[in-house]
């Protein structure tokens, strides 16, 4: 029952700041109109891997669309401001396990963002830009299951950049490491078919695709489901990777230098 308990109190703490999270969709799908809008100056790519003018827009509106709950959850899982206020050592002593404790608080932050900025932007392509709607059942159950997916990739990363901050009082610098490796690696700005090779290679070998090129390319139809397999091995290898975190953590607890 603890599960969606924390689901629900996290996802109910963000509605009470609705109108100040207004200003989110509204900037982030603007940016988005101007990334396509350069994609539309660049011209047609004359079928390039598969791709014409209008699935790249296609692609880079749905990259947008998916952000707020691929990219943009809690800064390392809010474990540093933890640690500096002291909060850590009582979260530790929880009957639950931590890394369990903040991913569901956390999964109420993405139901959250899907609902008020996700949802909102995606409608708002589909009028201003013809993002196509799938009307395959499949390619939703898909999406669907690579986006969550995906949310939980994040979900991992953001811990464990989260409990770096027991061995030093600022982890935030990782979260912008892992943000700027994120727009090259994932496919975001550009697809991944289209990176140099060496960069290609480092793309595919990691868990950067399966969190924006993945997701998208399984909503406009032109990758195949098998492309989830990748995305379930690369969630248990980083959920055993923070749940050994969380082992070394309970027995490395400085706060603050204390």
């Known amino acids: ?112 963002q899907l609902m008020y900025k996700s949802v909102p932007i995606y409608l708002l392509y589909i009028w201003a830009l013809g993002l196509p709607v799938p009307s395959s059942t499949a390619i939703w159950l898909w999406t669907l299951a690579a986006l969550a997916l995906a949310a939980y990739l994040n979900i991992c990363i953001n811990y464990l950049i989260g409990v770096t901050a027991l061995w030093t009082t600022e982890s935030n610098w990782l979260y912008w490491v892992h943000y700027s490796f994120s727009t090259v690696l994932s496919g975001f700005l550009i697809a991944v078919d289209w990176l140099p090779h060496w960069l290609q290679t480092i793309s595919r070998w990691s868990f950067y695709p399966y969190m924006q090129y993945v997701p998208t390319r399984l ?26 975190a969380t082992a070394i953590v309970r027995h490395k607890l400085e706060v603050q230098g204390g």
Request: proline share 3%; hydrophobic share 50%; net charge positive.
């Open 219 to 244: 909503y406009l139809g032109m990758e195949s489901a098998l492309a989830l397999i990748g995305s379930a091995v690369w969630c248990a290898l980083l959920t055993l990777l923070c749940l050994a």
């Open 1 to 112: 029952m603890l599960f969606p308990v924390l689901i629900k109190k996290a996802f109910a703490r963000n509605l009470q700041y609705r109108s100040s999270h207004a200003v989110n969709p509204i900037a982030s799908a603007a940016f988005g109109l101007v990334y396509v809008s350069i994609w539309k100056g660049v011209g047609d790519p004359v079928g390039a891997h598969g791709y014409t003018l209008q699935n790249i827009v296609h692609y880079v509106a749905f990259n947008q669309v998916c952000l707020w709950i691929t990219l943009f959850l809690t800064k390392g899982l809010g474990i540093e401001n933890a640690v500096r206020t002291g909060q850590i050592s009582l979260d530790l002593m929880r009957p639950v396990h931590l890394f369990y404790h903040l991913m569901c608080k956390e999964w109420g932050q993405a139901g959250y």
